[in-house]
């Protein structure tokens, strides 16, 4: 894993400005099993308020493993950030990064970075919390 999370930074320090574009290094690989990533957002209508528990989902295709990154930089699990990965069959991998007790330092660019076999396929989202509501009494 440390390895990906090296290659997928260096990648994308290298192409900021365009990490959403798949990035092929290995064209020796064959195209059908190019990682992809269907969907990377928050689940159903989740709304991220200050202090609740949310995943951010990435929902990959021929994916060996998959990174978060926030503003370029590979986030570690620990403190209030967890990794889960799910098999989703079909060859499908649904990593969540779960964030506990959201706060307003997490608003910003979020990147999942999916890998297979020297290939990586970024997606990016911009995170934005929600104020918690007033208690409707
Ligand atoms: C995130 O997804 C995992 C796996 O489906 C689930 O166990 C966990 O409860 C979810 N967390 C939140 C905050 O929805």
Do not use: W
């Not at 365009?18 to 690989?29: F, G, L, T």
């Not at 990154?69 to 499908?92: Q, V």
């Not at 969540?96 to 076999?117: M, P």
Request: charged share 20%; with cysteine.
């Amino acid at each position: 894993m440390e390895r990906n999370v090296l290659i997928c930074k260096a990648l994308l320090l290298i192409f900021l400005t365009s990490v959403s574009a798949a990035m092929v290094i290995n064209p020796e690989k064959k195209i059908s099993n190019l990682p992809f990533i269907e969907s990377f957002g928050l689940q159903g209508k989740i709304i991220p308020y200050i202090g609740s528990k949310v995943n951010l989902t990435c929902k990959m295709k021929h994916a060996e493993a998959g990174i978060f990154l926030k503003a370029g930089l590979a986030i570690r699990e620990g403190g209030r950030f967890r990794y889960i990965f799910e098999d989703s069959g079909h060859d499908g991998l649904v990593a969540h990064l779960e964030i506990t007790d959201v706060s307003k330092e997490d608003e910003g660019v979020f990147t999942c970075c999916a890998f297979s076999a020297g290939i990586i396929t970024t997606k990016t989202l911009t995170f934005k919390t929600a104020p918690y509501p007033p208690a409707s009494i």
